[in-house]
């Protein structure tokens, strides 16, 4: 009897995780639908979605184990409502074999975090050289530096990619193709910014975004502590991530600010638009879905298998290139480069 009894509560218990989990996870997946300003924690639960899928998978295991179908069907539905999710970041397909031959615009969008701020200019150069293997026709670059020591970077662009748009200091778009207009969109109290370029693909005219959204406070909060401890004093757990959690939250919001400014600009252009940048955000993120609007998340349309482009940690997907519906994609993939703390991200597109 108490061994029924021992089930009977646990049974229960597991019933009331479960009743969290699936809360948790349907919050998370419309927690990126509001603004984060005023709802930090079910902005925070779609951060979580990876973790609460596995626990909704875990829970799955427990209910088959115990024959208890008719509550196995709730994480069942729970997990099948999150696979459009999953498939912003997870594709099952293989890439094309004949995408070489397909004609096309290549994209490429990379933070190559000042180049390492090297002196010798071998990573920009490096870096040029993997653009021409790759066949690259437009390069958008975030946390560009200008200068390789006495080298002008750009000098060593120019000759596979003879344009060059430039936006703030940092933000340069480089093209095999004529660009004919550009503009550069600051953000206020940042030093992040977006820009875009109109390029002439023979005789049509796309509009390219590149962005490059707020940050999200963690290598300047670890910065800042490695400092105190470097002086000699100590950094209490508790207050180290309460400093992250509210860098983070303040980021969110000025993330979501930008990402409208850049919607609204995205918006009033009249010709097809490709918008693709660092955005410092993860899928399903109130910015993520700000950016794609109505627009086609690449890799969902023609990327495959695991999608992650940020190096520090081989799970986050910050790095985009979202196209209008008028453009079809060909491929989608990041090259491994490993001169930045994130990988760029390629994508070849049809132009009709």
């Known amino acids: 009897m108490g061994k029924l009894a021992v089930y009977k509560y ?34 925070m639960l779609v951060y979580a979605l ?18 208890c179908w008719y509550l196995a069907a709730i994480p069942v539905v729970t997990v099948l409502c999150c696979i459009p999710y999953i498939g912003t970041v997870f ?31 071998f990573m920009a150069k490096d870096i040029l050289s993997e653009m021409k293997k790759q066949k690259v026709d437009v390069f958008c670059i975030q946390e ?7 080298k002008k970077n ?3 662009y120019k000759e596979y990619f003879p344009y060059m748009a430039k936006g703030n200091d940092d933000m340069v778009i480089f093209s095999r193709r004529p660009i004919l207009a550009s503009k550069n969109i600051p953000f206020e109290y940042s030093n992040s910014s977006a820009m875009w370029a109109d390029i002439d693909f023979r005789g049509k005219r796309l509009k390219v975004f590149n962005v490059h959204l ?46 409208v400014t850049v919607a609204n600009e995205r918006n009033n252009a009249h010709i ?29 349309e023609c990327g495959s298998g695991w999608m992650y482009t940020y190096r520090g940690a081989k799970s986050f997907r910050i790095d985009y290139i979202f196209h209008d519906k008028a453009l079809k994609g060909i491929t989608y993939y990041t090259s491994k480069l490993t001169y930045s703390d994130h990988f760029p991200v390629i994508m070849k597109l049809a132009v009709n």
């Not at 019933?15 to 699936?22: E, G, K, R, W």
């Not at 560009?144 to 006495?150: I, L, N, V």
């Not at 400092?227 to 207050?239: D, L, S």
């Not at 097809?272 to 969902?300: A, Q």
């Open 144 to 150: 560009y530096s200008e200068m390789s020591g006495d």
């Open 214 to 259: 707020e940050t999200t406070g963690f290598n300047r909060t670890l910065h800042q502590v490695a400092k105190i401890q470097a002086n000699g004093h100590q950094v209490e757990t508790n207050r180290l991530l309460r400093a992250i959690y509210g860098n983070y939250t303040l980021g969110m919001v000025v993330r979501a600010g930008q990402a």
């Open 154 to 156: 750009s000098v060593s």
């Open 10 to 43: 646990f049974s229960m218990m597991m019933l009331a995780a479960q009743t969290v989990i699936t809360a948790f996870t349907f919050i998370g997946l419309f927690g990126g639908k509001v603004t984060p300003a005023g709802n930090t924690a079910s902005a």
């Open 272 to 300: 097809p638009s490709i918008v693709c940048g660092d955005f410092n955000d993860i899928p399903y993120s109130y910015v993520y879905n700000v950016m794609l609007g109505d627009m086609v998340d690449g890799f969902k």
């Open 91 to 121: 594709q099952f397909r293989s890439l094309p074999t004949d995408s070489g031959a397909r004609q096309g615009i290549k994209i490429a969008t990379y933070n190559v975090a000042r180049f390492g701020k090297e002196t010798s200019g």
């Open 50 to 67: 990876p973790l609460l899928i596995i626990a909704n998978i875990l829970t799955l295991f427990y209910w088959l184990i115990r024959r």
